[in-house]
């Protein structure tokens, strides 16, 4: 079970710090349950399934089965998504095909829109440079037409 812990604590992208905060015991009291100097007892495992319901007892306890309890559970740790996406991942999976396939219609247009705006975006940008170079240019030539060079009425300055 010490192995599984430390399993558990990388899946959830903890430290064993922010694991030991999370279940009320001290960084090397997670440390010695890891490395299997101290015994992993009840107060333990009901802890940790108190601070994440979604770990499977049964895998936690035995290591059978999976680690985490439902799809979205598991990709919500496993990707490290917040709250808000669990929510939409379990909703997502409770629609019928139909239903799916339109919010996922949604989506793919909506990230076409997000993909041209930046890319319009980007252009625009280009262009102003470019802009701003070819001005820069024109007044470079300016002053060499006129005799006198930007380092000579800089360095002249000071």
């Known amino acids: 079970m010490n192995e599984r812990i430390e399993?558990?604590?990388?899946?959830?992208h903890l430290s064993q710090d922010e694991m030991a905060k999370k279940i009320g015991l001290s960084r090397s009291g997670i440390s010695n349950i890891e490395n299997g100097t101290r015994v992993v007892q009840e107060r333990h495992i009901r802890l940790i399934l108190a601070a994440w319901p979604d770990i499977s007892e049964e895998w936690l306890r035995n290591?059978?089965?999976?680690m985490f309890v439902g799809q979205a559970a598991e990709l919500?740790?496993?990707?490290?998504?917040?709250?808000?996406?669990k929510k939409a991942i379990e909703v997502f999976d409770g629609l019928d095909r139909d239903q799916q396939l339109a919010v996922l219609g949604f989506v793919n247009r909506w990230i076409e829109d997000l993909h041209k705006s930046h890319e319009a975006l980007t252009r625009e940008q280009k262009e102003k440079i470019d802009q701003q170079v070819e001005e820069y240019r024109a007044a470079l030539v300016e002053q060499a037409r006129q005799g006198s060079r930007p380092s000579e009425s800089s360095s002249s300055a000071g």
């Open 63 to 66: 290591g059978t089965g999976p």
């Open 76 to 85: 919500t740790y496993q990707y490290g998504f917040d709250e808000i996406c």
């Open 7 to 12: 399993q558990l604590r990388k899946a959830l």
